[in-house]
């Protein structure tokens, strides 16, 4: 019998997890829960026996694709598998999936909500401003951008996006206008949306050069990943434009510091929230163990990313 082990930092919806267990069960696999561990010894020892494993945003490193000896995939409940070291599970024969779209609205929502909270002074209860009439740019153009951008046209928000790998016609179609490099994207909008990957390129990309194109009111919304951000120029543009907001879906390293200096310009998720409700969880689990079963029945790798 097939072992699956779900080891979650920051556990699923329990709805989730019976949803899951269903999957598991007409498969025909036994299945082990490791939820809010707190050492990675935890994970270690549970990882020792398993087949296959669901996991989120934990990390999944060398050492521990090396403690399971009969892994033979684990899936990235989730879109970003930045956590999982792909090139020792390629050396391990492990395969690496995500499950893409799978908890794209939540996070879609979330950036919307992070908009008008900010648009609101965080509610602090003096007059703040709307949404509708502002200018936004999607910063990549993938599952949740799309989202992002219809949930802001029917605010009324005047879309832009940028993406070099989607070619200018489909997001067109969606009524976005295509801006054709970055800094035409932060040149052009108040609101920036990031929804880019953290890879070796990406990491610390979203810098001065970008971040002083963009307005004196400029609100940058990150519900994507904290390593996208240089947070040196974060800090010099946050002290230069008074004005300029930054909000979050996960602290910066240099959250105490932005604390401390820029009192009402930042609000920062006190643990990644983005795909942190039920449909999202269920959805991204369902798909996950689904993908195990299909994986281990008909060999069906679709959504490898290794
Ligand atoms: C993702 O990449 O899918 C999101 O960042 C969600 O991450 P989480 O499963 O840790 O909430």
Redesign the pocket.
């Known amino acids: 019998m097939k072992n699956i082990l779900i080891a979650t930092q ?1 556990p699923f919806a329990p709805d989730a997890i019976k949803k899951i267990q269903e999957v598991v069960k007409n498969a025909g696999y036994g299945l082990q829960l490791l939820e809010k561990y707190s050492d990675k010894s935890e994970l270690l020892d549970a990882v020792s026996a398993v087949d296959a494993m669901i996991v ?2 934990d990390k999944i490193d060398k050492e521990v694709l090396d403690a399971a000896k009969n892994l033979k995939i684990v899936v ?5 598998y930045d956590n999982i070291d792909c090139d020792a599970a390629t050396q391990n024969r492990v395969v690496v999936m995500n499950t893409p779209g799978q ?1 794209s609205n939540a ?1 879609a929502e979330l950036a919307l909500g992070m908009m008008i909270f900010m648009a609101r002074g965080c509610f602090n209860g003096k007059a703040g401003t709307e949404l509708k009439g502002k200018k936004l740019g999607i910063h990549a153009y993938g599952n949740i951008g799309r989202i992002v951008a219809t949930l802001a046209k029917s605010f009324g928000m005047e879309v832009f996006a940028f993406d070099p790998f989607i070619p200018a016609g489909q997001i067109e179609k969606d009524g976005v206008k295509v801006c054709t490099s970055e800094a035409e994207l932060y040149s052009t909008c108040q609101y920036i949306s990031l929804h880019i990957p953290a890879t070796e390129k990406t990491k610390k990309s979203i810098n001065y050069d970008l971040l002083s194109k963009m307005p004196e009111n400029g609100v940058l919304v990150n519900t994507a990943r904290k390593e996208v951000i240089c947070e040196e120029s974060l800090l010099k543009i946050l002290e230069e434009k008074p004005g300029f907001k930054y909000v979050s879906d996960i602290a910066p390293s240099c959250k105490e510091e932005i604390e401390r200096r820029f009192a009402g310009q930042y609000f920062f998720t006190p643990n ?5 409700t039920a449909e999202a969880n269920i959805n ?1 689990g369902i798909a996950a163990a689904e993908q195990i079963a299909a994986f281990f029945e008909k060999g069906d790798e679709t959504f490898k990313v290794n």
Do not use: D, H, T
Not at 76 to 80: D, I, K, L, M
């Open positions: 920051k989120r945003s990235r409940a989730g879109a970003g908890n996070v990644k929230m983005g795909a942190q991204a």
